[in-house]
């Protein structure tokens, strides 16, 4: 059975410009999740989707970040424009069912640097 | 909100030693977990601890959880460079989904 996917690995961009990551959870998820690492701190949530909901994106750090779960299968996290201090690692995760505290799986991982 | 202090950050250890990383955490939560990530690759599941005085042993880690001091220990016994990674700890809320993480533990194993 195959992973969680993010793609691209890694992506290094100017301030000011567009970044679009793709998480592909583990097939029939219907739990997403997006984190982030910022160097040397903590991995932070970000959001989770319900199959193609906002259940609760609190931690979303500003409206420079969008996210969507069309149909309920990948997500996407745009980043627009981009700033410094958004560079980290952006994790996606996902878990089965709808209630309880499901093991949540990780992707690899995006690496973003803003230059 | 729940605060997650993991310590310490950086390890380096000698092949054969003994050490232990430790998780605290700020107030009660529901269960607790430990992923091990190798560079460049996914954060793999290593142990979920759901009661107090839990404790789950794989080859040479032990993990014990203790909710009243609100602290998780992973131990490493008789460490092989194998076990070289970045170990972090995380905690889920009795209510909500999002884990809080700690902020790692790079560990060196040095033959």
């Known amino acids: 059975e195959a992973g969680v996917t993010q793609f691209p690995s890694h992506s290094v961009i100017e301030k000011g410009q567009t970044v679009t990551l793709r998480c592909d959870p583990i097939s029939g998820h219907d739990n997403l999740y997006w984190y982030r690492r910022v160097m040397g701190k903590e991995i932070k949530f970000l959001l989770h989707?319900?199959?193609?909901?906002?259940?609760?994106e609190s931690g979303m750090p500003n409206n420079r970040f969008l996210a969507e779960r069309t149909g309920g299968t990948y997500s996407t996290l745009k980043v627009q424009p981009a700033e410094l201090e958004d560079s980290g690692v952006y994790f996606c995760?996902?878990?089965?069912?709808?209630?309880?505290?499901?093991?949540?799986?990780f992707g690899p991982g995006t690496r973003l640097t803003v230059l | 909100e729940l605060k997650v202090e993991q310590n310490p950050l950086f390890l380096s250890m000698q092949e054969g030693k003994n050490y232990t990383i430790y998780c605290n955490y700020s107030t009660t939560s529901d269960r607790l977990y430990w992923y091990r990530q190798d560079p460049g690759k996914s954060l793999e599941s290593l142990f979920v601890l759901l009661s107090n005085g839990a404790v789950k042993q794989e080859g040479r880690l032990m993990a014990s959880l203790d909710t009243k001091a609100r602290l998780s220990t992973l131990h490493i016994t008789a460490a092989v460079h194998d076990l070289s990674a970045t170990y972090f700890c995380a905690v889920v809320r009795f209510t909500g989904n999002q884990f809080y993480f700690g902020t790692g533990t790079s560990l060196t194993v040095i033959p």
């Open positions: 995760a996902s878990s089965p069912g709808t209630g309880g505290h499901n093991e949540q799986f």
């Open positions: 989707f319900v199959k193609e909901s906002k259940q609760d």
